[in-house]
């Protein structure tokens, strides 16, 4: 597994060798377990380094997950635009390149980076995201309607990955995530700064 710098405690997942989660101890909101039903259950922070490396492990624990993306070859971006109210100060974005079924990359990526290596870059705002995760928003209408922006890459293109909205949703949901609107204003504070200690380290 390759991290962003040498010493980093937020990890950047590359390639497909992935380690077992590394949650950083000194941001204890982040993750934390809770019992339901007797189960062990996990809840991460949306737009985090742990939710990626969570989503990453997944999918590459998940045979149903590569089976699904196994003919498809993408390198796509997701930008979260900015939203201080959500603790996201300016836009942010991560990407997820996908290779017949193995997952190269999933993590936080520059703006420069993202136009220069990815197929498309697909943009919302956080609280959209949040919709289609939650499977209350639907890919193709968000497309059509504008909500989801196709800021590179063709949008005939993009309507063509319809099939695979679902298993995507499926690779970044492994877990329960807490979201910005679900945080007290404590929580929120908190989460605030550790995006930008984290978007500092990151050089994003």
């Not at 993306?69 to 971006?77: D, Q």
């Not at 635009?81 to 520059?110: C, Q």
């Not at 209408?141 to 319809?162: C, E, M, Q, W």
Request: hydrophobic letters at 35%; charged letters at 25%; glycine letters at 6%.
């Amino acid at each position: 597994m390759k991290r962003s710098s040498r010493g980093s405690r937020f990890q950047q997942i590359e390639g497909t060798n992935i380690e077992s989660v590394q949650i950083d101890q000194q941001h204890e909101q982040t993750y934390f377990l809770k019992q339901m039903g007797g189960k062990e259950m996990t809840t991460v922070q949306y737009c985090t380094p742990e939710w990626l490396e969570v989503s990453a492990k997944n999918f590459q624990e998940s045979a149903k997950l590569q089976k699904a993306f196994e003919k498809l070859a993408l390198k796509v971006c997701f930008l979260i635009k900015s939203e201080p109210e959500w603790g996201i100060e300016t836009d942010i974005l991560f990407a997820a390149y996908i290779n017949h079924g193995v997952l190269e990359r999933m993590s936080f990526i520059s703006i420069r980076d993202a136009e220069n290596e990815a197929d498309y870059i697909l943009g919302a705002t956080p609280q959209q995201w949040k919709k289609l995760l939650t499977k209350e928003s639907k890919f193709v209408g968000d497309i059509l309607l504008g909500r989801v922006t196709v800021d590179k890459g063709s949008k005939p293109g993009v309507l063509n990955l319809a099939p695979y909205a679902n298993n995507f949703v499926e690779a970044l949901t492994p877990v329960e995530l807490q979201y910005p609107d679900q945080m007290t204003q404590e929580e929120l504070e908190r989460y605030r700064a550790y995006i930008a200690e984290f978007r500092d380290e990151l050089k994003i």
